[in-house]
């Protein structure tokens, strides 16, 4: 079993898969793991809907590149667009923001969200498994196309599958240091 600190350390974002599958019971253990999350007064506002068919993972890979957001980026596509259409599961974790709080307008939902989304990375990490968080996508059209109701929001697609290259070394982006990140006693410029 790999180290928690381990598979913090060496979760990496990964967008390109390969074809082997994976197994139900690995996908299983993965949202097993994710009911543990803590969440806003418990009331655990988290759905998840878990995909295999190829023409709605094809659909959902089409659905990340949404281009009035990218294209004045200057991104034709979305760095994980090849990856999701490649992956044998995707994961779409969505929300039923009245299932949380809102306080001095922060919306908790959007945490709670995050919260399982590390949890979900950590256990596919664990697994020798690989998957990124993927935030930019039509949400309407993936409403529509997994029959979503409009009052549900879809934070993010995860794919989910083996790594189309175990060799290739995954490399960190930068991370800044704690010396700019941490303060103590008070906020420092
Ligand atoms: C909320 C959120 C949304 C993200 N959306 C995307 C996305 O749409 N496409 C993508 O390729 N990566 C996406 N990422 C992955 C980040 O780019 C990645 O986590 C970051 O570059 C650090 O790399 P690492 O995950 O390998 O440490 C997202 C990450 C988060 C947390």
Redesign the pocket.
Same mark, same amino acid.
């Given at each position: 079993m790999m180290d928690i600190f381990d598979a913090i350390k060496t %979760?990496?974002?990964? %967008?390109r898969f390969s074809d082997k599958p994976v197994s139900q019971e690995d996908i299983e253990t993965i949202l097993d793991l994710v009911r543990y999350s803590p969440s806003w007064a418990n009331m655990q506002c988290w759905r998840f809907i878990v995909v295999r068919d190829r023409q709605k993972i094809q659909k959902i890979s089409e659905l990340?590149y949404v281009e009035s957001f990218l294209k004045p980026m200057g991104y034709k596509a979305? $760095?994980?667009?090849k990856?999701i259409g490649e992956a044998p599961v995707v994961i779409i974790s969505c929300a039923d923001p009245s299932k949380s709080g809102t306080i001095w307008n922060q919306a908790y939902y959007m945490t709670d969200i995050?919260i399982t989304?590390q949890t979900l990375?950590l256990a596919v990490r664990g697994l020798g498994l690989g998957t990124?968080?993927?935030?930019?996508?039509d949400e309407d059209a993936i409403r529509s196309l997994l029959n979503i109701p409009s009052n549900i929001r879809v934070?993010?697609?995860f794919p989910i599958g083996y790594l189309h290259d175990e060799k290739k070394e995954?490399k960190? $982006?930068e991370?800044k240091p704690l010396s700019e990140i941490v303060f103590h006693e008070k906020w420092q410029e």
């Open positions: %979760r990496r974002s990964i %967008r990340s979305n $760095p994980a667009t990856g995050g989304s990375m990124v968080f993927v935030g930019i996508f934070v993010g697609v995954t960190m $982006p991370r």
